[in-house]
C-alpha cells in the first residue's frame, strides 16, 4: 500500500492486516467469539477437551453478520504501531481518520450529531463506529446451497 493512498484506505486495509496477523481482534456484539471468528482475528488453541477459541492481541472492536463496530482509540493504536513498523506510518488522529471514513463513505451508519453510533455491546452503551462486516471479510453465499455461507478472508497471498 502506498503513502498516497487516502487516510481511511489505509486505515482499513492495515486494519484487515492487523486482524489477520493476530495482532487484534473483533468480538461478537455481546461478547466471546464472532460467528466468522478467524477472519475475525481469533484461533483455536489446545486438543480435545482443553481445545477453545482465543482473541488474538488487543479487542479493537465488535460485531454482528451485517456491520462491525470499531472503538477507534484502540483500533488506531494497533494501525500506528503497524503501519509504522511497515514503514508506512499513519499518524492521523483519531478524528482526521473518522472523518476520512466518512467522506470515504465507509461509515455504514452515523447519529445525526456525530459521526459514531450509540451501540450495546458486552451489555454497555458505547460510542463506536459503525461500519460494513464486508469492509473486513468477504461473506458470500454458496450458490449450489444458498443457505449456508462460506467465508473468503481478504488473505489473497496465502501461499498454499
Known sequence: MDKDSSDAERFVKILQSALSMGSCHLAAQGGGSPKYHTAAGWKLTGSGEYQKIEGQGVKVGWMNDKHVFIDITAAQKVVKQLSQATGNYLGSSDRAVTKALYEANMLAEV??????????????????????????MDIDYDVVAPDQLFLDCLDEDIPF
Open 111 to 136: 447519529s445525526k450529531d456525530r459521526l459514531t453510533m450509540k451501540v450495546t455491546v458486552e451489555g454497555q452503551r458505547r460510542n463506536l463506529l459503525c461500519m460494513d462486516t464486508d469492509l473486513f
